[in-house]
């Protein structure tokens, strides 16, 4: 069940009515008037574009057309609003609704904008036009004022983004920019009283007015009709690919545009509901340069049909470069031109193919980025631990550097120590010799030497021990006091003449050191002597007679690594200050074969001192000294 409107018979009013099995037959108007609604849906009317008379449905509703001119007619319109113009081709006059549109002309077929011819009517019927202004669509290049023939002092108003061309006698004159002009003698002609011919055409003298919009016609839509043919280079199978999308366009030559495209018409826009339309015009341009460069483009960038998304702005580009000649050619330019999709053939058996090995190849592509990554990794965990071992034996060798440095400060430290003890000793002798020397300078000048006081002290002791001799014998003997004193002092006497050539020996020597202006003796050569510091030769005592120096104890010496020094007594090499090297307690390093290392690592190779491993003695064939697991000559296992 449908709803539709039809006109009451009696008032003209229109009511709601349904068709259907259980619809109302029968609806009262509010005029009074009963409509039977199967038989008043049934009317005839005027056709309001072509006049003809003729009978329709009411429950047809929007699909109701003149029999005649085929216009689409609607129940409600109203037959009082009747206007009538001239066709602006041949001059017959039409009759048709005031709300019409367009109205095609049954003489010469030419579609009239009923607007224009309404407004040109009235215009003529009251006067020539004082003011020219744009009044057309906002989509449109290029418009023509509907009026023509102007009278001098007419009014030109031209609005931003827009240019206005006069012609007269088909001849473009001036170009008028953005403002408000006065059109002069110069500009336009005189125009006299206009003719009228019989079939009520207008004067055979016009000047005519174009408007040229200058601004950039946004989202413009194009697609290629057809399929284009593309072979892909990679497989050689043939491919049919389409394209669509959308265009800027953008008057640049004004005269060029109105010259070739334009001509008489009344204008142009891009859509297909003008008269005159770019789309219709540029379709075969568009589709023969986008069939011609597809393909080319798609080849040379080396696109891949698959990621043809990504490459969408190069082809557009290319493409653009491609139209722009032609579009110039008639006065237009493409500031933008965009490939918003490629149709790819999805169905297309050679096309599955083609995706299939580029399956396989991204895979292939996968498995082998995933084993560059694999080595990479591999390469970049060598090279850190290759860092991590130089990082480690770097710092080990800073380390031995840094106890060289020690041991060798040490060494210099302990050198100069020796040498500051050698020097007290050098001092303490001489000091010492000059103190003999002074002690013996001052008896000298007191007419005695150390021999008379050697002397003298000894005569002391002596004589003091016989003194004590004579009690003892008196005591012991019974004897008398004066008896006892003779055999003391008689004893006393042979033992003084026992010891005087001891005692004169010593003197002997202490006078030497004493007088050094006497001549001195020649000492008998004696053997197992030993030689003073101070020069002093073949001394057997154990002081040396003249700096007092003490007799070195016997050593076994050893030889300085560094400088040579043989038989070295000291600690420390008298020449070189080295120390002396200890009792051997090294390893040998079984990389590089350096021998007697002392430290934990090798000063050449940086290898680890190898930890004693503990042996075992097989059992079984009786092989000893075993550091292995298993025996190197029966292999039993080791137990435990």
């Not at 005027?46 to 009978?55: A, I, L, S, W, Y």
């Not at 109701?64 to 113009?85: A, G, N, Y």
């Not at 003796?521 to 053997?527: F, G, W």
Request: glycine share 8%; charged share 25%; proline share 5%.
């Amino acid at each position: 069940m449908s709803k539709f409107v039809m006109e009451c018979p009696n008032c003209g009013k229109y009511v709601e009515a349904k068709t259907g099995f259980f619809a109302r037959r029968k609806i009262d108007c509010d005029c009074g008037y009963t409509i039977h609604v199967r038989t008043d849906r049934l009317s005839s009317r005027v056709c309001p574009h072509c006049g003809n008379t003729f009978v329709y449905d009411a429950a047809d509703g929007k699909k109701i057309r003149c029999p005649v001119c085929r216009e689409k007619i609607l129940p409600s319109q109203s037959d009082t609003k009747l206007v009538e113009f001239s066709c602006s081709q041949c001059g017959i006059r039409l009759t048709t609704t005031k709300n019409a549109e367009t109205y095609t002309c049954p003489v010469c077929d030419h579609v009239n904008d009923v607007q224009e011819r309404l407004i040109s009517e009235r215009i003529r019927r009251d006067g020539l036009a004082s003011i020219i202004k744009y009044e057309g669509e906002g989509d449109a290049l290029v418009w023509k004022h509907p009026i023509e023939d102007f009278n001098l002092g007419s009014q030109l108003i031209v609005h931003e983004s827009q240019e206005a061309i006069f012609f007269r006698d088909g001849q473009a004159l001036d170009l008028f920019g953005p403002g408000r002009y006065t059109l002069e003698t110069q500009q336009l002609p005189i125009l006299e009283k206009l003719y009228k011919l019989p079939t009520d055409t207008e004067g055979t003298f016009h000047s005519e007015v174009y408007y040229i919009n200058k601004t950039v016609q946004m989202a413009l839509k194009w697609g290629t009709p057809e399929k284009v043919r593309f072979i892909d280079p990679l497989t050689g199978v043939p491919l049919e690919l389409g394209a669509s999308g959308e265009m800027n366009l953008q008057v640049e030559n004004s005269r060029k545009l109105l010259v070739k495209l334009v001509g008489t018409g009344k204008g142009i826009s891009w859509g297909e509901h003008a008269a005159a339309s770019l789309q219709a015009m540029f379709r075969p341009l568009i589709a023969n340069a986008v069939k011609t460069n597809l393909s080319s483009v798609i080849k040379n960038e080396a696109i891949d049909l698959l990621e043809i998304d990504e490459k969408l702005d190069v082809i557009s580009e290319r493409l653009r470069q491609a139209l722009l000649p032609g579009f110039e050619e008639y006065g237009i330019t493409i500031p933008q031109f965009y490939v918003n999709r490629v149709v790819l053939p999805e169905e297309d058996p050679n096309f599955r193919r083609i995706r299939d090995l580029h399956t396989i190849t991204l895979q292939t592509r996968v498995i082998q980025a995933e084993a560059t990554v694999k080595t990479a990794k591999a390469q970049s965990e060598t090279m850190y631990r290759t860092a991590e071992e130089q990082s480690k034996a770097a710092i080990e060798a800073a380390r031995r550097e840094a106890e060289l440095q020690r041991q060798m400060t040490e060494t210099e430290i302990a050198k100069r120590e020796a040498e500051r003890k050698v020097i007290a000793a050098q001092a303490e002798a001489q000091a010492q010799r000059m103190a003999g020397l002074t002690e013996a300078e001052i008896m000298k000048a007191k007419g005695y030497t150390q021999r008379d006081v050697l002397q003298t002290e000894v005569q002391k002791a002596y004589a003091a021990s016989i003194g004590e001799m004579g009690p003892a014998i008196t005591t012991g003997g019974g004897g008398s006091g004066i008896l006892g004193d003779m055999l003391g002092l008689g004893v006393g006497m042979a033992a003084a003449g026992a010891v005087a050539p001891q005692i004169g020996n010593m003197m002997q020597s202490f006078s030497q050191a004493a007088s050094p202006a006497a001549p001195a003796r020649e000492p008998a050569a004696a053997s197992g002597g030993w030689d003073c510091a101070c020069g002093a030769k073949n001394i057997q005592s154990r002081f040396c007679p003249e700096c007092g120096a003490k007799k070195p104890e016997p050593k076994t010496g050893w030889d300085c690594p560094q400088c040579g020094t043989k038989n070295i007594t000291s600690k420390f090499c008298p020449e070189c200050g080295c120390r002396q090297p200890e009792e051997p307690k090294g390893w040998d390093c079984p990389e590089c074969g350096t021998k007697n290392i002392l430290s934990k690592f090798c000063p050449e190779c940086g290898a680890k001192k190898p930890e004693p491993k503990a042996t075992w003695d097989c059992p079984e064939c009786g092989n000893q000294g075993i550091t292995a697991k298993f025996c190197p000559e029966c292999g039993h296992k080791r137990e435990g």
